[in-house]
């Protein structure tokens, strides 16, 4: 069984959370224990709220579950749109992202639109995957009814695959690409949820996730409302209920269905794609679905849910076979794969991914290319992959000014406007992949679509999503040569899927680890981690302070005293550029709690925009899956204006509180793929359970010059690093590239 991505799972429920509460976050590195949530943060509006915090779950399922406390993969969805249909003549990173998630949807449906088979993985599935397929085809297929799978005597027979996938009768609604919706179809959405006692004020969030015809669909289907990121399943009930009266149950199918599709959301917040069949089945049961075998049997007969089953290898031949019995047999040719679940958009994502890496392969002219290994890797092959730390990241950019020298339209590509600013003057040509895809920089496109690209250099690559992966890859064009570059040590991409790690355990390219260690005593420190230990290192220039606490009360006074005095008397570095990184959002030392300490110490104020004041210092989330920090700059009838590096941002009014928090803390994932020149990683004594190496590896290494580790986890701290294992997240990529791509030797 998979654990869900990021450190730890979610909390156990303390209340049920108000139906109006911010929208539900994705999971962080640890949530902390239930009877120790922090203080709001200074200045937040009255009756806000955080999410329900959940305690830890032991099975990818839970994790699905659970409240989720994340900010930066829920929130600011609107608000990107809203900012895409202005007049300003350059793109916004939030525009651009949201540019190119639209045009990943458009290319996704056209996918799926095209495909005349089904999916190759399933083609080959026995026992339970085969019944569920079975039923999929046959009500589709007008051979049965939904129902019938159920009320028949005896089991419907197993038929082989049919040539051509039938079209989806269900599917999930994908969210991120929906136009604003007009003022009636808001109204008419709004009488709907207050018949039903709901809050009036997702009447917007509904409106634009299910269309013009909400209203209708929300009626006949109360459980419609799950649609809306933050909605919890027993506010689902209540609403289903107020609307349906005795006409509902626990095993009503619009709500089975629906449940389902949560379900696997959750999990995609969690990094997964796909579930397995015991898990899912298992988050159904803690939901009070009466038959969990059944809910899915119709989720997967109405095309909500997909499922798949990798193919097995064949067993060797072996001429003592028919002397073994059943029991040999069977051992002699493993375990069978696991039956997986998913929902189409991941699925697809997938396979139009694993399909454009192995075209990208296939289509490479092997050249001879003089130079380093990763010259000479890139010259023979269309795909390469390469591993190291931050002193590592020059060797893909020197390959790109090489290319160029030999005539060859060569460019790199970052994660972010800080991974430009850490390039330095190399930087000046980079680009953020945001940008790339939404054509607001790069080289455009030609007719056909494709990047006029010979070779991309995609930098951090741990932080691609599948998502974002597949339209990239779709973007380049045949012969095209793609290296993907970063560190597999660090978090994973706040999206789902592991794109990176998948690809390095497929070993269908060459790979190749870099063997410039990163400078001084950080990097020095850093390494260790990364390998598993723990050194203590000599840091003669206070690079790296050890701050002991007896508790977290303790934890956030010293860390005040940290970036308000102690690091820019110091060590020279102002607070500004001094970043707080802590393991979560809730607890006494969470990011809550410390950002109210450092507010009142940094900025203090009444919080009179929507909890900020000018000056404050803030984490967005113009786009699900990505946190960029910046400062209040004002505020007027539109929203609050920030200033985010280079860039004004304005965030409308409407999202204030869903797409911000205070920024002078954040967790290791909002901070992953950012550096700043100091940093304080903060470790109470509540969050030791939910330490692993990844996360370790990630706070520390986010500092430049100097970081303090504020210490009250004891040997924790150690352990972590040595036996500290992140989940792993639930993907299909891997078998999918090992299976257009692995050597018969392989």
Aim: charged share 25%; aromatic share 2%; glycine share 10%.
């Amino acid at each position: 069984m998979t654990e869900p991505a990021g450190e730890t799972a979610p909390e156990a429920p303390e209340a049920v959370a108000p139906i109006d509460e911010p929208v539900a976050e994705p999971a962080e590195d640890v949530r902390e224990g239930a009877e120790a949530t922090g203080p709001a943060e200074s200045g937040e509006p009255a009756g806000s709220g955080e999410p329900a915090e959940t305690a830890e779950a032991a099975e990818t399922g839970e994790a699905a579950e659970a409240e989720s406390e994340t900010p930066d993969t829920e929130a600011g969805t609107d608000a990107g749109e809203a900012s895409e249909a202005s007049d300003t003549p350059e793109l916004s990173d939030a525009q651009a992202e949201l540019a190119a998630q639209r045009e990943l949807r458009a290319r996704i449906e056209a996918r799926k639109a095209e495909k005349e088979g089904p999916v190759a993985s399933g083609a080959k599935l026995s026992g339970t995957a085969a019944d569920l397929l079975a039923a999929v085809r046959a009500v589709e297929g007008g051979a049965a009814t939904g129902s019938a799978f159920y009320e028949a005597p005896e089991p419907a027979p197993r038929r082989p695959a049919p040539e051509a996938a039938p079209a989806m009768t269900v599917r999930p609604p994908v969210r991120n690409t929906t136009p604003v919706p007009a003022p009636g179809t808001t109204a008419a959405v709004r009488e709907v949820l207050a018949r039903g006692g709901a809050p009036e004020a997702l009447a917007g969030q509904v409106a634009a996730v299910l269309g013009e015809a909400a209203a209708g669909a929300l009626s006949e289907d109360p459980w419609q409302l799950l649609v809306v990121p933050g909605v919890r399943p027993e506010q689902a009930d209540g609403f289903a209920r107020a609307l349906l009266g005795s006409a509902c149950g626990p095993d009503d199918p619009r709500r089975t269905v629906a449940l389902t599709v949560w379900l696997l959301e959750q999990a995609a917040l969690q990094g997964h794609t796909a579930l397995e069949l015991q898990a899912l089945r298992a988050g159904l049961a803690r939901l009070t679905v009466p038959d969990p075998d059944k809910a899915v049997e119709v989720a997967v007969s109405e095309g909500a849910v997909l499922v798949f089953q990798e193919e097995q290898e064949e067993p060797a031949e072996d001429t003592d076979t028919d002397e073994e019995g059943p029991a040999e047999a069977e051992a002699a040719e493993g375990p069978a794969a696991p039956v997986l679940l998913g929902l189409d958009r991941y699925a697809l994502a997938e396979e139009s991914l694993a399909d454009g890496l192995a075209r990208l392969v296939r289509t490479a002219t092997a050249e001879t290319w003089e130079g380093a290994e990763l010259d000479r890797a890139a010259g023979e092959h269309g795909l390469v992959l390469h591993t190291g730390g931050e002193a590592a990241r020059a060797e893909p950019v020197a390959l790109v000014t090489a290319a160029r020298e030999r005539g060859l339209r060569a460019l790199v590509a970052v994660h972010s406007e800080d991974g430009r600013r850490a390039l330095g003057a190399a930087g000046a040509d980079a680009v953020t992949v945001a940008t790339l895809l939404s054509g607001a920089a790069g080289p455009g496109r030609d007719e056909e679509g494709a990047f006029a690209l010979d070779v991309l250099a995609v930098l951090d690559a741990p932080q691609l999503d599948v998502e974002t992966a597949a339209m990239l890859v779709e973007s380049l064009p045949d012969g095209c040569r793609l290296v993907l570059s970063g560190d597999p040590e660090v978090l994973g991409a706040p999206g789902a899927g592991r794109v990176f790690t998948d690809a390095l355990a497929a070993r269908v390219c060459p790979r190749i680890a870099s063997r410039v260690p990163d400078p001084g005593p950080l990097g020095e420190l850093v390494s260790g981690i990364g390998v598993g230990e723990l050194h203590q290192v000599e840091a003669p220039g206070k690079e790296v302070v050890i701050v002991p606490v007896r508790d977290a009360g303790e934890a956030v006074h010293r860390t005040v005293q940290l970036v308000a005095d102690s690091v820019p008397r110091a060590i020279g570095v102002p607070s500004e550029q001094t970043q707080v990184v802590t393991v979560g959002h809730g607890g006494s030392a969470g990011t809550r709690a410390l950002n109210a300490a450092l507010k009142q110490r940094l900025n203090p104020g009444p919080g009179r925009f929507g909890g900020y004041d000018p000056g404050d210092r803030v984490a967005y989330a113009p786009v699900p899956g990505r946190t960029v920090t910046g400062t209040v700059v004002s505020a007027d009838a539109e929203g609050l204006r920030l200033r985010c590096g280079d860039e004004d941002v304005l965030v409308p009014k409407d999202r204030v509180e869903s797409a911000l928090r205070h920024g002078w803390a954040l967790t290791a994932h909002q901070a992953a793929g950012t550096r700043w020149p100091a940093v304080v990683a903060v470790l109470p004594g509540d969050a030791a359970a939910g330490l692993s190496r990844a996360w370790v590896y990630t706070a520390f290494g986010r500092a430049e010059r100097h970081l303090s580790v504020v210490h009250g986890v004891d040997q924790a701290l150690a352990r972590a690093v040595a036996e500290g294992v992140a989940p792993e997240r639930t993907t299909r990529l891997r078998p999918l590239l090992e299976g257009l791509l692995a050597t018969p030797e392989e």
